[in-house]
């Protein structure tokens, strides 16, 4: 397992799967180990992933100081992976709460970036969460499911702060509810640092206009991909997050959840690396 030194001094962890052009892959969580990630749906077949595990996660060490888990003072860790790996410019894709770190990271050091990859994102980088009313849209999508009517009220209940989550509501961040859907849900508990979690949007963290602004003068293609079901992002809010790029475009995944590399892995998998390979277009 491959290690490198933050700038205050904190051991990181990175895990690299399959072959091909390295692909910088951030997970979410928020502060999630990258294990969940699996090798995104076969995309290790198309590139050589490094997947870091944030500090506090999973093979990572935890940090001296906690006030580091916030998002912003995440950047450093990015660019520090990015030199580990000799890489002058890289493709970078990020997972959920993961995009607003690629955000702030494209915002920071947009001359590093070649593409960037963004996954069911909830852009609160942006000034934009999934709101309530997004979530509680995309879960009535799943009225005819058999789980739905046991489920959702208890849903609706939590979405108004008035339950804690509760882990029958997994089926609603997936595309289906199946085995597959099951056992990655599964490991969801031993996967998280919910102290972590808890500092990473605390105050200070992002500044949506700077990073607007920032990210206007972003040069690299941009992918934002959406799943059809997924409430948080919805698909229309990866629209308004598409339109901070110049260079943005959206695909949305039919019959795809927030896992969208669990929900259907071949579509996801080719839909992404079509992307990472196409020329890029002339300026």
């Avoid at 580091?68 to 990015?82: G, S």
């Avoid at 489920?151 to 289906?176: H, I, M, V």
């Avoid at 700077?210 to 919805?234: C, I, K, M, Q, Y």
């Avoid at 997050?241 to 039919?254: I, K, N, R, S």
Wanted: overall charge negative.
């Amino acid at each position: 397992m491959p290690t490198f030194t933050a700038p205050d001094g904190t051991e990181l962890a990175f895990h690299l799967r399959g072959e091909g052009p390295a692909l910088v892959v951030l997970p979410g969580g928020p502060m999630r180990a990258a294990a969940y990630l699996g090798d995104l749906g076969g995309l290790a077949a198309h590139r050589r992933l490094a997947l870091l595990d944030l500090r506090g996660t999973g093979d990572s060490a935890v940090p001296a100081d906690p006030e580091t888990y916030r998002c912003d003072r995440l950047v450093d860790d990015v660019e520090a992976l990015r030199v580990r790996l000799g890489l002058e410019r890289m493709d970078l894709l990020a997972h959920s709460a993961g995009g607003s770190l690629a955000m702030l990271y494209a915002a920071r050091h947009p001359q590093r970036i070649s593409r960037l990859v963004l996954v069911t994102a909830t852009p609160w980088a942006l000034g934009m969460p999934a709101t309530p009313e997004h979530r509680l849209a995309a879960a009535r999508l799943r009225s005819g499911e058999p789980w739905f009517e046991e489920a959702f009220p208890s849903f609706e209940e939590w979405l108004a702060g008035k339950t804690d989550f509760d882990p029958a509501f997994a089926p609603f961040f997936y595309g289906r509810w199946d085995a597959a859907a099951a056992e990655h849900d599964a490991r969801a508990d031993e996967e998280f640092n919910d102290d972590a979690a808890d500092v990473y949007g605390s105050d200070g963290a992002y500044d949506p206009p700077a990073t607007r602004a920032a990210l206007s003068h972003l040069t690299a293609p941009v992918l934002v991909l959406a799943g059809e079901l997924d409430g948080g992002p919805s698909p229309e809010l990866a629209r308004s997050t598409v339109e901070a790029f110049p260079e943005g475009e959206l695909t949305v995944q039919p019959g795809a959840g927030h896992y969208p590399w669990v929900d259907d892995p071949a579509w996801f998998a080719s839909r992404v690396a079509a992307f990472l390979d196409r020329a890029p277009s002339a300026r």
